[in-house]
C-alpha cells in the first residue's frame, strides 16, 4: 500500500509539473512595455495552421522573407478557448490561408515567437477585414486611439470594451469590422499611434 502511494504522488507530481509548464505566465513575452525592444513586433504573412486548445490557443503565422529565402514561421500565443468566445471568436475568426498583420509582444526565448497584441484579419474580396485591437479600461493614454477605432467603426458581435467579470486589469481585444475604404481612412489617421495600421518598412 506504501509503495502504492509514493507511486501515486510521484504521478500526480509529475503531472502537476507539466500542468504548470503548459498554463505559463506572461513572463516569457515582453509585455510590460510597447516601447521597449521586443514589446511591440509587428509581422505580416499568411495563417498557416491554427489550434484551438486550452489553457492557450495559439496559430502560426508564415511570414515572406524579405530577401527572397524561405518564409519564417511564427507562433503566436493568445488566450484559452473560452477567454476567446467570451470575446466573440469561433473557429471562423482565424482561418489557414488568411492574410494577416500581427503585434506581438516578442518571446525572451524564440526569435519567431510572440504573445499576441494586436491583429488584422483581412477579408475575402469585397467582405471587411477585422481588426482587434488591445485595450485595458485603465485610463492611460496609450488605449486612446484602440478605443476610438473601436467606437468610429462597426463593433464586432461580443466584443465589450469594459468587462466587470474579466480579471481587473487583464487587457481585453477590441474588434470592429472595416471596409476597404474605411481600413484606408483608418491607416491615414492611426497610422501614428497604432502600430498595427502602419504600412509595412
Request: glycine share 8%; hydrophobic share 40%; aromatic share 8%.
Amino acid at each position: 500500500m506504501k509503495h502504492a502511494i509514493l507511486c501515486c504522488t510521484a504521478v500526480a507530481a509529475t503531472l502537476l509539473a507539466g500542468a504548470a509548464t503548459a498554463h505559463h505566465s506572461d513572463s516569457l513575452y515582453f509585455v510590460d512595455d510597447r516601447g521597449a525592444d521586443g514589446g511591440a513586433i509587428r509581422i505580416e504573412g499568411t495563417i498557416s495552421r491554427v489550434r484551438w486548445i486550452n489553457p492557450h490557443s495559439e496559430f502560426f503565422v508564415d511570414v515572406p522573407s524579405a530577401t527572397g529565402g524561405e518564409a519564417a514561421t511564427w507562433a503566436i500565443e493568445t488566450d484559452s478557448v473560452n477567454q476567446l468566445r467570451g470575446l466573440g471568436w469561433n473557429d471562423k475568426t482565424l482561418e489557414v490561408g488568411d492574410k494577416v498583420v500581427v503585434v506581438v509582444s516578442k518571446s525572451k526565448f524564440d526569435d519567431t515567437a510572440g504573445r499576441l497584441r494586436d491583429i488584422l484579419v483581412y477579408g475575402a474580396p469585397g467582405e471587411p477585414a477585422a481588426v482587434y485591437l488591445e485595450f485595458k479600461g485603465d485610463g492611460k493614454a496609450e488605449w486612446a486611439a484602440p478605443y476610438e477605432v473601436y467606437k468610429k467603426y462597426t463593433p464586432c458581435p461580443g466584443t465589450a470594451p469594459f468587462d466587470a467579470e474579466r480579471q481587473p486589469g487583464k487587457e481585453t481585444l477590441l474588434c470592429a469590422h472595416l471596409t476597404d475604404a474605411e481600413l484606408a481612412a483608418a491607416k491615414r489617421d492611426y497610422r501614428s499611434r497604432v502600430l498595427l495600421l502602419r504600412d509595412a518598412q
